[in-house]
Structures are given as C-alpha cells and as structure tokens.
C-alpha cells in the first residue's frame, strides 16, 4: 500500500467513527437489481446490484465512461430521455420497482432528487423562486413558503449568503452557490433520496468543501449517492462506496463496500490499482 | 511614504495620432475622389463613391502596413472590405428611411389621422380626407394575424424541438416550403378556398388569415431557434425535479427564451406588415371607416399607399409617400412597445 492510499484511509476511518452506517431508522431505501442499460445497440452498463441502506452516504468512483453517471441516471428514470436509451433490471424504492407498469414517474423523481455536475439554476427566476420551483413544479401544496425556503437554504448552507438578496437573479451568485442554490432546491420537494452527478467537478476548493459538508449534514436524513472523480472526497464524504470499471466492454461493478475497506483493504487488484492511482 | 496616485488607462484605445492618420485618409480620400469626379469622366455620386471606397482601401492598407509591416496586409484589406460592406448594406436602408421622411412629411396634417377617404378622392389635394381607415385596418390585420400566427407558430416550434412527434421531419420540410411562398399565393390560396366557398367574404378577416400564412412560418423557424438555445441542463433540472414535460416547458423553457419569442413575433411582424400582394383579393380596400373585420371591406396602409401609386397623379403620389411614412413610425412603435413590454421582467 503506497502513502497516497493509506492517507486516503485516514480520512475514511475518521469519517467512519463519526457514524455507524446503515443504523439511520427510515425507510427501506434503495436497490438495484441486475441493472443494465444500453444506448441504441451499445450496451453501456452491465448487470449492477447495489443495495442503498437509508441514511448512507455512498460514492460511486470509477474512470470515464464507466457508467457511474448511467447508472444513477435510470435511479430516477432520467435515462429514459435519450432517445435511443434501454434498460434492464429492477429499481426498488421501498421495496417497489420504479419501473413497474402504472408507476407514476414524476412522483419517483420527487422521492429521488438529483444534482448535476453543472450547476443550473433557472435563469428566469430569482433566487427565492428557484428554491422553491419545485413546489411550482410538481404542483404541491405548502403552508409556509417562507418557512421551508428558509429551511432549504440553510440546510444547503446558502442562506447567510443569500438572505437579503432573495430576490435577485440565481444568474448573479458564484459557480459554488449556484450549485449549493440547485442542492436547496431538490431538497424543497422532501426526496429520500438525493442523486449527486459529480456535484464538485465545476467547483473550487472552498466551496467543494461546503457542499462536503452540506452532504455530512443531509445524510442525517436522507440516502445520498454520489459520483465522484475526487478520491479524497469520496473518503471524506461516503460511508460505502462502489467501483466501477469499463474494459473495454460495458461498464460493470467491480467491487463495493464499506469505504474504509475499498481504500484500504480491497478485494479486487484493479480497485487497488485506482484507488492507490496506478491508472485511471 | 508617498502615495503615487494611479489614473485608469486604456492602452488599448487609439491615440490622437492614429485617430489623426484616420481622418487624414478619409479626408484625402474624399478629396482624391473628388478631383478625379470632377476632372475625369467619371460622374456623379456612384463615381465618387467607388473612387473613395478604392483610394480609401488602398490608402488604409499603406498606412496599416507601413506601421505594422507586411503581416498587417491580409488584416487591413480585411477589416477595409468589411467596413465597405456594411456600408453597403447601411446605404440603401438609411436612403429609403430618409426618402420616406423627407417625402412623405410633406403630406403630413392633422385630419389625416381623423378622416377617411370616404369624402375625398386620391386625386384631391392632400389636406382633403385621410387615411384612419387604413391605419384600423393594418392594426386589425396585425392584430388578427397575430392572434392567429404566434400561438401556432410557437407551438408548432415546441412540438419540433421539444416533442420531436412522429411526422416532425415532415412538418419542418412544410415550415421551409411554407417560408418560400410567394405572398401573393397566399392571397390567391384565401381568395379560393375561403372567399369563393365560405360565408368569409373579401373583409379584414379574410385578409388576416392571407398574412398569417405568411408570419407562421416565420415564427415558427426563429421561435425553434431560440428554443434549441435554451440549454438541455435546464430541461434535465425541471424534469429531475418531478414535473411533467408540460409544466417543464411552460414555467422553464418558454420563460428562458422569452426575449427570443418576442423577436419571433417581432420579426413576423416585420414580415407581413408592409405586404399588398395578398391583400388584393382578400381585403376589398375600403374608402370607408369599417369596425367590423369579419364583415364588408376594409383598407390597410401598405393598400392606401398602393393604390396612391398606381393613380401616378403629383397629389396621389404625395398620399403614397405620407402613407410609408405612417406604416414605419407605426411598425416601429410596435417594435419598441414589444421590446420595453417584453425586456421588463428580466432586468438586463
């Protein structure tokens, strides 16, 4: 084991005294079951199963083009969008297929929230109104707006910075609030689960840090999946974490687990060979 | 310690002296250009203006290049040919601009605005009659086209960027075929699918419905422009966020390509406002004041202006040229009404 990956445990084994995984009481999370997915003929993704206990943090690691991104893209349904998109296998959410017949697929995304590795606010409309755009959205009923926008803001970390501007345009904050702006507002529609799409890759180090620690705050209270390209932040953040890996052919899992063990003890030589930086 | 004060420069400006060595070429162009006019065979305004473009190109590229040498050539010839250009296109629209003004505010009175032609013959004296008849009715006939032509122009847009349906190739090639149309075809295409054989007779109306087969298209293809500018993040957000694709595109992507939409209408405007062609057989042309766009005939200001034109008498003409200049104020204040109404929401 070379210094890189045994720094890299370090991080994980703080985080992993810091909470004892899998024990938060809600729900029954999430589970993928043999999921595979395919653009057009190319199959992309091959055969994925990985169970999410609630209140976990897991990161999905991996090189380029591995399908971390696929793979959390047919969690809620946004795969289907690519025209030629297939896939195969279950998504259960509390114990139902998301892709059962009859399944209603905006309220799937509603319990499953995703951020995207670009932060994109709604140009035309305010801070405020961009919180709270998915109340309009999916047409909810709230009692207090004012209440839950503030209570999005803070639980995102944005509202000291934003409080007295909420009505200003979300086109005028940094690249690190605008993101932190798109965490506030998926978590206004109350999902289970939140879907982070390398939520730190546009970012600089100061507000990566923010959202880390917006994501140890959030996990208190929701499953959280991320995909990161940044070691250290999955050693930082996850509580699991899972590797994936193309060669050559479709993306497969290789190896999943408690994160402590993927970077220190993993099973599998080429999940040591990336976690210790050998390639990819 | 001293404080050394610090002004703001700009560097990258030009200095007096090269703004000096730019007038300078002007000028000796012009005066080149001049004696050559008057000395030579060369006459008139078209031989000024190719002796001044020419002396003053070759005039530019030694200046550009004796101070920045030979790598300047291709960049001064360059930036000299697209100065030309935009004069080119600039000449012809400020002439038309100031024929209009300088010819047609001759005509210019007060009970233009207040008569018709009802009482008063082309052939009268300009003071007599006026032209509120044609001035409703342009206004009815925009009116009209637009309620028609923009909604179904903008969805037909949604429908090719954002459904993408079944037959949305076809209905592009329809939307290109239909932007060819010669306008008068759209008239003659009203007259004898609508005016012959339905109860429509040649009005206001019927005349809408010939202009608005000419905005559609034009609608359509720059409102599907503006949507495919709105970025997919957007879309992918919305969606992600549990709504349907309805609601995603009417509170995310119309209000994000809202300026863009407000040019599309703006441009379909432009697009039909000034056409004759295909109000010949669907609008009658009225003398008369009519309120009444489904019923009897009414006049427009392109109709006024051409039937001025063909009478050819000194005071018909003279109501011709009062007539383009009414439509271009009233064009352009439906522009600059559509751009503050429009630009107010989203601040800059």
Same mark, same amino acid.
């Given at each position: 084991m070379n210094n890189a990956a045994s720094s890299l445990a370090d991080v994980s084994k703080q985080r992993a005294t810091q909470k004892s995984p899998g024990s938060a009481p809600m729900g029954t999370g999430?589970?993928?079951?043999?999921?595979?997915?395919?653009?057009?003929?190319?199959?992309?993704?091959?055969?994925?199963?990985?169970?999410?206990?609630?209140?976990?943090?897991?990161?999905?690691?991996?090189?380029?083009?591995?399908?971390?991104?696929?793979?959390?893209?047919?969690?809620?349904?946004?795969?289907?969008?690519?025209?030629?998109?297939?896939?195969?296998?279950?998504?259960?959410?509390?114990?139902?297929?998301?892709?059962?017949?009859?399944?209603?697929?905006?309220?799937?995304?509603?319990?499953?929230?995703?951020?995207?590795?670009?932060?994109?606010?709604?140009?035309?409309?305010?801070?405020?109104?961009?919180?709270?755009?998915?109340?309009?959205?999916?047409?909810?009923?709230?009692?207090?707006?004012?209440?839950?926008?503030?209570?999005?803001?803070?639980?995102?970390?944005?509202?000291?910075?934003?409080?007295?501007?909420?009505?200003?345009?979300?086109?005028?904050?940094?690249?690190?609030?605008?993101?932190?702006?798109?965490?506030?507002?998926?978590?206004?529609v109350q999902p289970k689960v939140l879907l982070m799409d390398e939520p730190c890759s546009a970012l600089d180090p100061g507000s990566t840090l923010r959202i880390e620690e917006t994501i140890s705050e959030l996990s208190k209270s929701m499953t959280i999946i991320i995909v990161t390209h940044n070691m250290q932040q999955a050693a930082r953040v996850s509580d699991y974490t899972a590797f994936f890996l193309s060669e050559g052919g479709p993306g497969r899992m290789i190896e999943v687990g408690p994160t402590t063990e993927i970077f220190t003890r993993p099973r599998d030589i080429k999940t040591e060979n990336y976690v210790s930086g050998r390639f990819g | 310690m001293t404080t050394i004060q610090v002004k703001p420069q700009r560097p990258w400006k030009a200095t007096p002296r090269d703004m000096g060595t730019t007038a300078g070429v002007i000028l000796l162009s012009a005066l080149a250009s001049l004696l050559l006019v008057l000395g030579t065979g060369l006459k008139g305004k078209i031989g000024f203006m190719v002796c001044f473009i020419l002396i003053s190109t070759i005039l530019q590229v030694v200046v550009g290049v004796r101070k920045f040498g030979r790598k300047a050539l291709g960049d001064?010839?360059? !930036?000299? @040919?697209?100065?030309? +250009? *935009? %004069?080119?296109?600039?000449?012809?629209?400020?002439?038309?601009?100031y024929m209009a003004v300088t010819k047609g505010a001759a005509g210019l009175h007060p009970s233009?605005?207040?008569?018709?032609?009802?009482?008063?013959?082309f052939l009268d004296p300009i003071d007599k009659g006026g032209l509120l008849h044609s001035l409703v009715g342009t206004l009815y006939l925009i009116s009209i086209a637009m309620i028609i032509s923009v909604p179904m122009g903008i969805l037909t847009?949604?429908?090719?960027?954002?459904?993408?349906?079944?037959?949305?190739?076809?209905?592009?090639?329809?939307?290109?075929?239909?932007?060819?149309?010669?306008?008068?075809?759209?008239?003659?295409?009203?007259?004898?699918?609508?005016?012959?054989? !339905?109860? @429509?007779?040649?009005? +206001? *109306? %019927?005349?809408?419905?010939?202009?608005?087969?000419?905005?559609?298209?034009?609608?359509?293809?720059t409102s599907q422009e503006v949507l495919l500018l709105v970025p997919h993040d957007l879309r992918e957000a919305g969606?992600?966020?549990?709504?349907?694709?309805?609601?995603?595109?009417?509170?995310?992507?119309?209000?994000?390509a809202r300026n863009g939409l407000i040019t599309a209408t703006i441009l379909g405007v432009?697009?039909?406002?000034?056409?004759?062609?295909?109000?010949?057989?669907?609008?009658?042309?009225?003398?008369?004041?009519?309120?009444?766009?489904?019923?009897?005939y009414q006049s427009a200001l392109p109709f006024y202006v051409w039937k001025g034109l063909v009478l050819g008498t000194?005071?018909?003409l003279q109501r011709a040229w009062t007539g383009i200049l009414v439509l271009l104020v009233l064009v352009l204040s439906l522009f600059i009404a559509a751009r503050t109404l429009g630009g107010k929401k989203m601040g800059k």
């Open positions: 999430l589970e993928a079951r043999g999921v595979h997915a395919w653009f057009g003929s190319h199959l992309a993704l091959e055969d994925v199963s990985l169970d999410f206990a609630a209140g976990t943090v897991t990161a999905l690691i991996g090189p380029s083009g591995c399908g971390k991104s696929t793979f959390i893209r047919t969690i809620n349904r946004m795969h289907e969008f690519i025209p030629t998109a297939a896939m195969a296998g279950e998504v259960l959410l509390d114990g139902k297929d998301v892709y059962a017949p009859g399944t209603d697929v905006t309220k799937i995304r509603l319990q499953i929230g995703m951020v995207f590795q670009k932060p994109n606010p709604f140009p035309s409309m305010t801070i405020g109104e961009n919180v709270l755009s998915g109340i309009k959205l999916a047409q909810l009923k709230v009692d207090n707006k004012e209440e839950l926008l503030e209570e999005c803001l803070v639980r995102a970390g944005l509202w000291n910075e934003v409080k007295d501007r909420l009505g200003a345009h979300a086109g005028g904050l940094s690249g690190g609030q605008q993101q932190r702006l798109c965490i506030a507002r998926s978590l206004a | 001064n010839i360059a !930036s000299s @040919l697209i100065y030309v +250009g *935009a %004069a080119i296109v600039f000449l012809p629209v400020f002439s038309i601009l233009l605005f207040t008569e018709t032609m009802f009482n008063a013959s847009a949604l429908y090719l960027t954002e459904i993408r349906g079944p037959g949305a190739g076809f209905i592009q090639f329809i939307v290109q075929a239909m932007s060819g149309v010669p306008s008068v075809v759209a008239g003659l295409f009203i007259f004898t699918s609508v005016i012959l054989i !339905s109860p @429509l007779k040649a009005s +206001g *109306a %019927a005349g809408a419905l010939a202009l608005a087969i000419l905005m559609i298209p034009t609608v359509t293809r969606l992600a966020l549990g709504a349907t694709q309805w609601k995603t595109v009417a509170t995310i992507v119309v209000p994000a432009a697009r039909i406002a000034g056409e004759t062609a295909p109000l010949i057989f669907t609008i009658g042309g009225a003398d008369k004041l009519n309120l009444n766009p489904f019923k009897d000194p005071e018909s």
